[in-house]
Every structure is written in C-alpha cells, then in structure tokens.
C-alpha cells in the first residue's frame, strides 16, 4: 500500500533561519499532498497543500515543492519564527481513492529557537 | 463556519469499557473521516463517510470498532470492550463535496481531537 517517510524526525532552527521538510511517497498514482501544523493538545492544521499538476506553490513564507519523478515533496519555511515550533506531517492522497483518505508521515517536531 | 467540533476532548476508561465519542463535521461538508493518531506518530486512516454511507473501513477498524453517521450530519464512533492498546487521539475531519473545478474537493479539516486513555 502507499507509504510516506519523512525526514528529519526533529529539527532545531534559530529565528530568521530556513527550514526544510522532505517527504518521500510510494504509489506513484498520488496526486495531492498537503501539509499539516499539530500544536500540543490541537488537532492538525492545514496550512498549505499542491496538486500533481503544480511543481511549486507559496503562501507568505511558506512554500511547497514537487518533484513526480523522483516521487518526493519538500516544505520551506523562511524567515522562522519562535511560533513557527509545532510538529509538522506530510501526507499524500491516491487519485484511484474515491474516499480521498490521506496517507500521513511520521512527522517532523520544528523548534525555532529565539 | 464553526470548523469540526469533537466530544469529549478526553476520556478516561478503566478496560473493557464501552466508549463513545462524537464528531460535528463543518456544516454543508458531506465527507467526513476518522483517523488515529499515537504519540509521536502521524494520523492513520480508520474510516470514511459520504453523507451518510460508510464507504471505507481501514484494517485497523476491528470488530470492537463501530462507526455511524446518521443522516449524514455528525457521526460517532464507539470502541466496545476497550484495551490498553486503544488508547490514543481519534480524529475527525471533514471536506466538501467533489465540484467540477476539483477546487475544494481535497482539503481536509481537522477537529481537536478525542484523547483516549484506558486504564
């Protein structure tokens, strides 16, 4: 079945740095991939997601990036600030799926220090 | 658009216990799913819903795991005879209907979740 890594498990970044999330997919019939913000104790938040069609998309300092051929997807985060500090999911979706369901990574824990 | 609302926030249970929680999706969103999410780990698939057909059952739905969404608004999800092994967040998302553009027909939102601990 589909299966999404992603690396690095933490990350430690001073404020004003970049920072960078990788994810790998397997099934190549994936088609869209969002990215999730979990704060402690909240449910994910959805902050940004590209479709199959799109190689690059970008909100403020936020941006996302695709690669079908290599079968990978990156979030970039600029200009890092302490509030930026959540754990963060890749996920990816299956266009066969009728349900839409979402295959999660194992998440990346982001700290932003002052 | 109040976003997805969930109840109880935690629950506590001794095991062996019936447990139910409850999940409001966002209002006019007819797709609604369950996830489970252990510490340190990504949200796994456990269920999904249009309106009110249950369309998906993932693996890890066993027998003691039953879900309903009765006239396709809210839905609950109830564990029967409770283990150790159950405990973790369970959460609810909910997304629009399929529009032509395709435009909105992804995107899920989640709630706060339902914390489980069984004792």
């Known amino acids: 079945g589909e299966n999404v890594e992603q690396h690095p498990s933490t990350l430690s970044v001073q404020e004003g740095d970049s920072a960078v999330i990788k994810c790998t997919y397997s099934?190549?019939?994936?088609?869209?991939f969002p990215w999730y913000k979990q704060e402690l104790g909240k449910g994910p938040q959805l902050i940004i997601d590209?479709?199959?069609?799109?190689g690059e998309k970008k909100d403020q300092r936020i941006a996302v990036t695709l690669n079908k051929t290599a079968k990978h997807f990156s979030l970039h985060i600029t200009e890092t600030q302490p509030e930026d500090s959540a754990v963060y999911f890749c996920?990816?979706?299956?266009?066969?799926?009728?349900?839409?369901?979402?295959?999660f990574g194992q998440g990346t824990t982001l700290q932003v220090k002052p | 658009d109040t976003g997805v609302s969930q109840n109880p926030r935690h629950k506590i249970t001794k095991r062996g216990q019936n447990v139910t929680f409850r999940c409001d999706p966002i209002?006019?969103?007819?797709?609604l799913y369950w996830y489970r999410q252990t510490l340190g780990q990504g949200p796994e698939f456990l269920t999904y819903?249009?309106?009110?057909?249950?369309?998906?059952k993932s693996r890890l739905l066993s027998d003691r795991f039953s879900a309903e969404r009765p006239k396709g608004s809210f839905s609950t999800l109830e564990i029967q005879r409770t283990e150790q092994g159950d405990s973790a967040m369970y959460l609810c998302a909910s997304s629009s209907p399929l529009v032509p553009s395709g435009r909105g027909a992804y995107e899920q939102y989640f709630g706060p979740g339902t914390r489980l601990t069984v004792t």
């Open positions: 099934d190549s019939a994936s088609n869209y």
């Open positions: 209002s006019e969103h007819n797709r």
């Open positions: 590209i479709r199959s069609n799109v």
């Open positions: 819903f249009q309106n009110e057909a249950q369309l998906e």
């Open positions: 996920a990816a979706s299956m266009r066969w799926s009728n349900t839409g369901k979402l295959i």
